[in-house]
C-alpha cells in the first residue's frame, strides 16, 4: 500500500472516530467558543474587521449517509439586535450553496480570497437577505438536500458542499451562524459530519474574562514542515498562544487597527495528523468592544489550511515529556 493510500486511510478514520466529537454540526463549533461569523457589506472600511466582504465554509457528509439534510442560518438579515450597525440599516448579503464537480476540488475554492471560480461546483440554492425582522434572531432554512448531490472527496470518504456569504451592498456587518441538520425546524446533527473553512472571520467576545478564550483548530497533514499564520485586524487586543500536544504554549503575533500581521513557526513530528490549537486571549483592563477579526494560515508550499469545526482527532492536550534520570 502506498504511503499516500496510508494517509486516506488515516484522515478517513479520524473523521468518522470520536462520534461525540466529532458531530461537527454547529459553525462556530462548541470547542472553538466564538459567538459568530461575521460578513460586512462592501461599502465598509476594512477597518471594522473584515478584509473581503465573503465568508466560504465547506461541509462534509459521510458517504453512507444518505438522507435528506438541510443547510440552516442564524440571523441571516442585516440588521436589529445581533448585527452591526454603520450609521444606519442598508445592507445586502446573499447566502449561495453549491455541491457537484468541483465545488471543492477546484483550485479557486480552496482559495481566501473571493476571486475568479470561487463560485466553482453547481449552484443548489441561493437567496438575499437584508433587514427583516421575522428573521431577527431567528433560524433560515436551505433545503433538503440530496447528499448525493455534493462532490464526493475520497480523502474524507464524504460529499462535500460549500456556502458562501457574501456582502453585495451596504457597510453593516452581519453577524450569523449555521448548522448542518437532519431536520428542518429543528438543529439534529448527522453522525460523523463535520465543516470547515480556509480563512475565517469571526466576532471576538465582548468580555475580556479568562473564560472567554476563542479557539480555533487548524489541521496538520502529512508532509507539513512548517506552517505561516496570517492574521488581520486584531487591534492589538490581546494574546494568541497556540497549544498542541508538543507545545504547552507559543506566543505569536496579533495585528493592529486595519493591519496585517504574520509569522512562521516550524511543525513538530508529533504534530503531524492532528489539530493545534489556536487560542485568543482577550486584553485584560479597558474592554475592546465588536472585534471582528481574520485569520487563515498556510503551509511551506503556500496551500492553506483547514480549519475543522470540530477538530481532527478532538482538542490537543500538551503532553509533557517525562524525563528519567538513572540513579548514580
Keep these: 500500500m502506498t504511503d499516500t493510500r496510508y494517509i486516506q486511510i488515516f484522515i478517513v478514520l479520524l473523521l468518522t472516530a470520536l462520534p461525540g466529537r466529532m458531530s461537527g454540526q454547529a459553525v462556530p463549533g462548541p470547542d472553538?467558543?466564538?459567538?459568530?461569523?461575521?460578513?460586512?457589506?462592501?461599502?465598509?472600511s476594512t477597518s471594522w474587521g473584515d478584509d473581503d466582504f465573503s465568508q466560504t465554509f465547506f461541509f462534509t457528509i459521510p458517504v453512507d449517509y444518505k438522507d435528506p439534510f438541510y443547510i440552516r442560518i442564524y440571523d441571516p438579515d442585516i440588521g436589529g439586535k445581533t448585527d452591526e450597525l454603520n450609521n444606519f440599516w442598508n445592507t445586502r448579503m446573499v447566502y449561495s450553496v453549491y455541491g457537484g464537480k468541483g465545488c471543492y476540488t477546484h483550485p479557486d475554492a480552496k482559495g481566501i480570497t473571493p476571486a475568479n471560480n470561487y463560485k466553482s461546483g453547481t449552484l443548489l440554492a441561493t437567496r438575499t437577505f437584508g433587514m427583516d425582522n421575522k428573521l431577527d434572531e431567528k433560524w433560515f432554512t436551505f433545503g433538503p438536500f440530496n447528499p448525493a448531490d455534493g462532490e464526493y472527496y475520497q480523502k474524507f470518504s464524504s460529499n462535500v458542499f460549500k456556502i458562501i456569504c457574501d456582502g453585495i451592498s451596504g457597510d453593516d456587518g452581519n453577524l450569523y451562524r449555521y448548522f448542518l441538520s437532519r431536520r428542518s425546524d429543528e438543529n439534529v446533527p448527522i453522525q460523523g459530519a463535520n465543516a470547515f473553512t480556509y480563512?475565517?472571520?469571526?466576532?471576538?467576545?465582548?468580555?475580556?474574562?479568562?473564560?472567554?478564550?476563542?479557539?480555533?483548530?487548524?489541521?496538520?497533514?502529512?508532509?507539513c514542515v512548517y506552517i505561516k499564520q496570517k492574521n488581520f485586524d486584531w487591534d492589538d487586543d490581546g494574546d494568541f498562544i497556540i497549544v498542541s500536544v508538543e507545545r504547552k504554549g507559543q506566543d505569536m503575533p496579533l495585528s493592529s487597527e486595519d493591519d496585517w500581521v504574520e509569522d512562521r513557526m516550524p511543525i513538530l513530528g508529533a504534530e503531524i495528523g492532528k489539530s493545534l490549537d489556536f487560542r485568543f486571549y482577550k486584553r485584560r483592563g479597558e474592554l475592546v468592544k465588536n472585534n471582528n477579526v481574520v485569520i487563515s494560515v498556510e503551509n511551506q508550499y503556500g496551500e492553506n489550511l483547514q480549519f475543522f469545526s470540530a477538530p481532527i482527532g478532538g482538542v490537543p492536550v500538551y503532553k509533557p515529556r517525562l524525563k528519567v534520570t538513572p540513579k548514580k
Design 32 to 44: 472553538e467558543n466564538i459567538p459568530y461569523l461575521i460578513t460586512f457589506g462592501p461599502e465598509a
Design 199 to 223: 480563512e475565517y472571520t469571526f466576532r471576538m467576545w465582548n468580555n475580556n474574562d479568562t473564560s472567554f478564550v476563542s479557539h480555533i483548530y487548524p489541521f496538520i497533514d502529512s508532509g
